[in-house]
């Protein structure tokens, strides 16, 4: 059984209701169970400027999956959610990512552990610090350590 945090992100056609179903189902994922979820947090967004604030947060799943197995679910759940993205860093209904799998690091041509972009990203550090403020990254990267170069810049915590 390995923890794994995911998450979560939406600008598009009402995104707090495809958060919010988005942890129904991943309460409903085979051979795992939903630990925690985090606050919806409101972001601004990172990319072009011309699209609206996301919606992100974060869920803790122990899993018995294996990494592309799990990633093959979050990428069900998506097309569920009918899934578009017209462009590189543009809108989207719903995004979910890996971004820790235990303490594993994973290169793989489908699947990056941890997530890449999981240090410049403070709409992931800051859910991962309400869930889990003693994390560390694989390499023994604090998580409380990437505010100082990635500080939390406009994000909100609403309610759900
Ligand atoms: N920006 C924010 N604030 N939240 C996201 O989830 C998000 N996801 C993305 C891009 C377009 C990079 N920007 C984002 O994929």
């Known amino acids: 059984m390995v923890n794994a945090f995911i998450g979560l992100g939406s600008n598009l056609d ?3 209701a495809h958060v919010i179903k988005a942890l129904e189902e991943l309460e409903q994922l085979p ?3 939903l630990l925690l979820a985090s606050k ?3 972001s601004k967004p990172v990319g072009p400027q011309d699209q609206d604030h996301f919606i992100n947060a974060v869920a803790l799943v122990i899993t018995e999956l294996e990494p ?3 990633l093959d679910e ?3 759940i998506e097309q569920r959610h009918q899934r578009v ?3 590189h860093w543009g809108p989207r209904t719903l995004d979910l990512d890996i971004l820790l799998f235990g303490d594993q690091t994973i290169h793989h041509s489908r699947l990056t552990v941890p997530h890449a972009e999981l240090p410049n990203r403070d709409f992931v550090i800051g859910p991962l610090l309400e869930l889990s403020p003693n994390l560390s990254l694989p390499d023994g990267t604090q998580i409380q350590e990437l505010l ?3 500080p939390i810049d406009g ?3 609403i309610e759900a």
């Open 74 to 76: 979050l990428q069900a």
């Open 40 to 42: 919806l947090y409101l």
């Open 85 to 87: 993205r017209e462009r």
């Open 14 to 16: 009402n995104p707090k």
């Open 155 to 157: 994000l909100i915590s």
């Open 68 to 70: 592309l197995t799990l």
């Open 148 to 150: 100082q170069s990635c």
């Open 31 to 33: 051979h795992s169970q």
